[in-house]
């Protein structure tokens, strides 16, 4: 959904070059085919950011403002200023709908989160870099809801993505390679083993539950079965200390 406001905000944008002087009286309008896409990109994100943010929330109240505000609004065609406060607005709303992802899912009483809260927000705010880190916070995020839902072969499979996912940044193409190789034979011992038991325990464990046909029997995983959270909190550590830019 991130995704898709942005893209609506940018094409917004794209329409403001669009406008033409219609001369001192009407000022500066948008073309009748041009107006059409801008209500039906206003619309489209209005229904986006109430799905994400609920109905009656302040970015959805004050893009039908921004709207209206127009020449015509709805009715007619936008202003100059409505089209440019209207992406300000969703663009304002995407972040305030990546605040609400990057904060700890609920857990019961005394439960803590799979992936600390503090590694989510170490990872959005290492910037802009060689990697986007947007979809890594996504997933460890999803972690945190599944497990806390008792939701465990979704656990698994969440994870064995993620080992999937951060190779490149840490130098190697799969998640193999790292378990290896990371650091050279005779170095970073202790993280090879967190990462040999990711390899090898969790990988297992996850292709069973994304592999298995079904049968007569089932033995449903625990939370127990799926508890590699100091793992991925070793490995989660390494990728931010590569990845964050060095201290001028």
């Not at 709207?67 to 440019?84: D, H, K, M, T």
């Not at 300000?88 to 709303?93: E, H, L, S, V």
């Not at 072969?153 to 999937?164: E, G, K, P, Q, V």
Request: proline share 6%; charged share 20%.
């Amino acid at each position: 959904m991130i995704e898709d406001l942005t893209a609506i905000a940018d094409r917004m944008d794209a329409l403001l070059p669009l406008f033409r002087d219609a001369g001192s009286i009407s000022g500066l309008i948008l073309p009748t085919e041009h107006s059409a896409t801008f209500k039906v990109l206003a619309i489209e994100a209005k229904s986006i950011i109430d799905g994400e943010l609920n109905h009656a929330n302040e970015f959805s109240l004050n893009l039908v403002q921004a709207v209206n505000a127009g020449a015509g609004g709805f009715v007619s065609g936008p202003s100059y200023a409505s089209v440019q406060e209207a992406s300000g607005i969703i663009r304002a709303a995407v972040r305030a709908i990546q605040r609400k992802l990057a904060k700890p899912s609920p857990s019961p009483p005394g439960a803590k989160p799979y992936v600390d809260h503090a590694r989510i927000v170490a990872l959005q705010n290492i910037g802009a870099g060689n990697w986007d880190f947007s979809r890594l916070v996504e997933l460890c995020r999803e972690i945190n809801v599944a497990a806390a839902n008792r939701c465990y072969m979704s656990t698994a499979m969440l994870l064995r993505t993620i080992l999937n996912h951060v190779p490149p940044v840490l130098g190697f193409a799969t998640f193999t390679e790292i378990a290896s190789n990371y650091g050279g034979p005779k170095t970073n011992k202790s993280f090879k083993g967190n990462m040999q038991r990711l390899e090898t325990s969790l990988r297992n464990i996850a292709d069973m539950q994304l592999h298995s046909a079904i049968r007569t029997r089932e033995d449903i995983p625990s939370a127990v079965q799926v508890d590699f959270a100091a793992d991925l909190d070793v490995l989660l550590g390494e990728v931010i200390r590569v990845a964050k830019p060095a201290s001028p």
